[in-house]
């Protein structure tokens, strides 16, 4: 079946630091990837997405490339910040089912400290 | 303009018990999406409704049913619980019911089963 796989958090780091989250996928046909993110006690907002394999998704400072080879969507940011704080969740839908339907993984916690 | 309303926000109930959560989409669309989300665990994929009809289940028992209104909002039920049914109940809609449009989440309902 279709699923996706992130590295466990949580995450530690210093404001500015260099951030990675890994997230590689299985899909029984073509999927589009996103990665959302949940801060606390709220739903969850899209930081980001792509569609084809290696288009880039940015927003807010992060970005994710879709790698098809690799079946990876890794989510990176160059200098974090404590507002960065939260859960990130990698997820993907295939295209030509009848319907939406996303697969997430379980989610990696990040904590940023001042 | 209003984001995903879901109510209530917080829900006890009894094992056996029965219960309704409803979600209000963002005006203009037509797709209402129900996820489960066990704590520590990313969304899973309950029902999606376009149009008010049901285009794709998610992989749980007949004790969870759903419905659309003519206003496009949604109802999920939810019979007999269980202590596993425990969970953060998220809606997300989307202008249209396939494809890679973003789905709009709301901040949940939170349902504790005791």
């Known amino acids: 079946g279709d699923s996706v796989t992130q590295m466990e958090g949580p995450v530690t780091l210093s404001e500015e630091a260099f951030l990675t989250i890994n997230c590689t996928y299985t899909?029984?046909?073509?999927?589009?990837l996103f990665w959302y993110v949940q801060y606390p006690g709220e739903g969850l907002q899209l930081l980001l997405k792509?569609?084809?394999?290696?288009d880039k998704g940015s927003n807010k400072g992060f970005e994710a490339t879709y790698r098809k080879e690799t079946t990876s969507f890794h989510l990176e940011k160059g200098s974090v910040q404590v507002s960065d704080s939260a859960v990130y969740f990698c997820?993907?839908?295939?295209?030509?089912?009848?319907?939406?339907?996303?697969?997430f993984g379980t989610g990696t916690r990040l904590l940023v400290s001042p | 303009d209003a984001g995903v309303t879901q109510s209530p926000t917080h829900l006890i109930k009894t094992r056996g018990q029965h219960v309704t959560l409803r979600c209000s989409p963002i005006?203009?669309?037509?797709?209402v999406s129900w996820y489960q989300q066990v704590l520590g665990q990313g969304p899973q994929f309950i029902f999606q409704y376009y149009e008010k009809e049901e285009r794709g289940r998610g992989n749980f028992p007949d004790r969870f049913s759903a419905r659309q209104f003519p206003n496009y909002s949604s109802e999920l039920n939810v019979n007999a619980l269980l202590l596993g049914d425990s969970a953060l109940y998220l809606c997300?809609?989307?202008?249209?019911?396939?494809?890679?449009?973003?789905?709009?989440f709301g901040p949940g309902t939170r349902l504790t089963v005791t």
């Open positions: 005006s203009g669309h037509k797709s």
């Open positions: 792509a569609t084809k394999a290696d």
């Open positions: 997300a809609s989307s202008p249209y019911g396939q494809g890679t449009y973003e789905q709009y």
């Open positions: 899909a029984t046909g073509y999927p589009s």
């Open positions: 997820a993907l839908t295939l295209m030509n089912t009848g319907f939406q339907k996303l697969v």
